[in-house]
């Protein structure tokens, strides 16, 4: 069971980085002005998030496998478990996001600018911080 919680906390911790990334790329693509500079920009964007979700599907993946083959979180007394399990479905809706802002900004639909994706580039850390808040301290 140790070594499923090593590599659950390790790939969360890849799949967090590229959250924290991915809108920082955005930010640049918001503002910048020159098409081959976009366009090595939007490469870079597509490249990972395609790593970004293949590291997602095993981190969740293991998440689930230590929630409901070993009861990690479960029973009386673990309502800090509730409350990450839905901090995880909304940090898969972030990614969710992405992946749409991704192909907005491919179609040259985007209409944000590079100040919403700097506070949009924030949330991945608030959820980050929630939830090891939650698992560590385990208030509830």
Do not use: Q
Not at 93 to 100: E, L
Not at 114 to 131: D, K, M
């Amino acid at each position: 069971m140790l070594w499923i919680k090593v590599f659950h906390i390790v790939l969360i911790a890849s799949w967090f980085a590229g959250l924290f990334y991915l809108p920082r790329i955005f930010v640049n693509m918001a503002a910048e002005k020159d098409p081959a500079v976009f366009k090595v920009l939007l490469g870079m964007s597509w490249r990972l998030f395609r790593f970004m979700t293949i590291i997602a599907v095993p981190a969740v993946a293991l998440g689930l496998y230590l929630y409901i083959y070993y009861g990690i979180g479960m029973g009386p007394g673990n309502g800090w478990m509730h409350v990450k399990l839905a901090l995880v479905v909304f940090t898969i809706g972030y990614h969710h996001a992405c992946w749409v802002m991704l192909r907005k900004f491919e179609k040259g639909a985007n209409r944000h600018s590079h100040v919403f994706y700097r506070w949009f580039n924030e949330i991945p850390v608030v959820l980050l911080l929630a939830v090891t808040a939650l698992v560590v301290i385990k208030p509830f």
